[in-house]
């Protein structure tokens, strides 16, 4: 039993199994299917037409490897933002100045994030005519008492600021519900997490 090191190209990878079909560059008319991909490598980074880097603990077993690393086939097959990580950008005003009333829900859409966010960096402020008030944030369906709360604005004349890490939902959709009074808000988001 040898091990051995062969390069190929991810055909499709599939994000529940964690698995890759993959074709061999030294055997370009059959894939491999349901190759494991070692969990260091990031899910956003197996596209189809990436090249690989596939580890066999024995040679003569296709069944016997897994995905160890993955890399740019030129300029093709590179995620778009970079996976996986924290990306920072130019401030974007995502609400301005929009009333909520007390004990409602709304729901936004966030522009300006590329698929596949999970979640943005953001900062948020709001006032409210009928101290004390806070507001809960969370993804489109996700549970508002247990995510982002910005409060309680104590100020019938003051703006309560607060920021940090918001998930979204899997179409950049956000919740906010005012609690106690109604709430003016504004959102501005400067980054995202994929």
Known sequence: MSQAI????????????????????????????????????D?????????????????????????????????SALPAPPPGRVTISSPVQQLN??????GVTQTFTLSNLPTGTLAVLCKAYFSTPTPPAHIDLAAHGGNLGETLTIGDNQSATGNLN????????????????????????????????M
């Open 162 to 193: 607060g920021g940090g890490l918001l998930p979204v939902d899997s179409q950049g959709r956000i919740d906010i519900k005012a609690n106690g009074g109604a709430c003016t808000v504004t959102l501005f988001t400067y980054g995202y997490v």
């Open 43 to 75: 899910s956003t980074s197996c596209l189809p037409g990436a090249l690989c880097a596939v580890l066999f603990f024995d040679e003569h077993n296709p069944s016997d490897a897994v995905v160890i690393a993955v890399f740019a086939n030129g300029s």
């Open 6 to 41: 062969k390069r190929g190209i991810i055909q499709s990878f599939n994000a529940s199994t964690y698995t890759a079909s993959v074709l061999l560059l030294e055997a370009t008319s059959t894939a491999l299917t349901d190759i494991p991909v070692s969990n260091t490598l």
């Open 97 to 102: 100045a929009v009333t909520i009333n007390a």
